[in-house]
């Protein structure tokens, strides 16, 4: 049995619209102009090795919390906090506003409170 796949990605340059296609084996770009370059799987690895060389591999794109609003984000917590937000928690504010409080995403007060024994439903 032969395991199939196909995926496509777009993106926009000054130049135009780019469009990427890989089939099983086979990766063909279509260019703004129309010009099409196919390759082999094993020949756009070999490009994408060359231009991490020459240019730096892609930045990682930013998660969605991943911004100014969560200033505490990886911080660790501390008694006086754990004790804060059970009180918040207990007052039943929302998630969102308790992450708000502490400058944290909302998975990381859920998370927080899991820890603490606190089931959120």
Same mark, same amino acid.
């Given at each position: 049995?032969?395991?199939?796949?196909?995926?496509?990605?777009?993106?926009?340059?000054?130049?135009?619209?780019?469009?990427?296609?890989?089939?099983?084996?086979?990766?063909?770009?279509?260019?703004?102009?129309?010009?099409?370059?196919?390759?082999?799987?094993?020949?756009?690895?070999?490009?994408?090795?060359? %231009?991490?060389?020459?240019?730096?591999?892609?930045?990682?794109? $930013? !998660? +969605? @919390?991943?911004?100014?609003?969560?200033?505490? #984000?990886?911080?660790?917590?501390?008694?006086?906090?754990?004790?804060?937000?059970?009180?918040?928690?207990?007052?039943? %504010?929302?998630?969102?506003?308790?992450?708000?409080?502490?400058? $944290? !995403? +909302? @998975?990381?007060?859920?998370?927080?409170?899991? #820890?603490?024994?606190?089931?959120?439903?």
């Amino acid at each position: 049995m032969t395991t199939v796949f196909s995926k496509t990605i777009s993106w926009r340059s000054s130049d135009g619209e780019f469009t990427l296609t890989m089939d099983t084996g086979v990766g063909e770009l279509l260019a703004p102009d129309g010009q099409v370059t196919r390759m082999t799987i094993a020949q756009w690895r070999d490009v994408q090795i060359a %231009l991490n060389e020459l240019i730096g591999p892609a930045p990682l794109p $930013r !998660s +969605r @919390g991943d911004d100014s609003s969560q200033p505490n #984000r990886g911080q660790p917590w501390t008694a006086e906090s754990d004790t804060e937000l059970r009180s918040l928690w207990d007052r039943k %504010l929302p998630i969102r506003a308790i992450a708000e409080h502490f400058g $944290r !995403s +909302r @998975g990381a007060i859920t998370a927080r409170l899991a #820890r603490l024994g606190i089931v959120v439903e």
